[in-house]
């Protein structure tokens, strides 16, 4: 100790190191962020009566929602942050969006029956997307549980692009087209929350050789989707929007679990979900 009866300056205490401040990655949430704004893109353009470029937003988040989780995995960058601003983007486009854009297209024209319709898609979305990120852990990875609302959003949103191509500008066209597109609206909300089974293609690896002929079979469908690709993408996506009820026949038809909860708990919150 020296005369003032303190520590030397070299036995001091050190002050503790000050807390690292948390960050937010930049690569994936900004493509996340680019998915949000084809979203509110889709509705403005909506709003303006452009339903094409509408379309086209839409369409524009389904590919960057696709690529988000790809690059956060692949630059191991993925966040509790990012998964979140995932799920708040994907109720913005795939959920908002296309309930929004259907209503003022075709379904406003309709009354009650037109914003319940466009309601129901909404609330399914939400409800879809909470039942996902409650159930990462549980679900099988190779299907998911009920429709995946970026596809039910391009079941609505094919439709659409399909009759405005053709010339046809939602109800005032007549009615029949006003509730063919209260089904379509109907049909894709309800099935998101459905237990049916819809393939996931995330045992897909795109790390593994295949045979020649993937890849003309690749370059084939390319050019079938050029032919005209408002009905081409369109049936692909009621394809795939009906695959799931098949799968669910099929495997009934076979006797095997149609569920794809995973691991089973006893928990009260899961019991309606394991059927």
Known sequence: MNEAGSLPEDDAPEPPPRARRKGIYVLPNMITLAALFGGFYA????????????????FCAMVLDSLDGRVARMTNTQSTFGEQMDSLSDMVSFGAAPALIIYEWAL??????????????????ALRLARFNTNLTVVDKRFFQGLPSPAAAAVVMGFIWVMDDAGFKGFKEGPWLGWTAFAVTLYAGLTMVTNVPFYSFKDVSLKRSVPFI????????????NIHPPTVLFALFCVYGLSGYAVYAWKRKKGRPVSVIATSTDEPDEQGLHR
């Open 214 to 225: 993937v890849i003309v079979a690749i370059a084939l469908g390319i050019a079938v989707i």
């Open 43 to 58: 509705i403005v353009m909506a709003m303006n009566g452009r339903f094409e470029l509408s379309v086209y937003g839409v």
């Open 108 to 125: 406003k024209d309709m009354g009650k029956l037109g914003w319940v319709a466009a309601f129901v898609y909404c609330a399914s979305a």
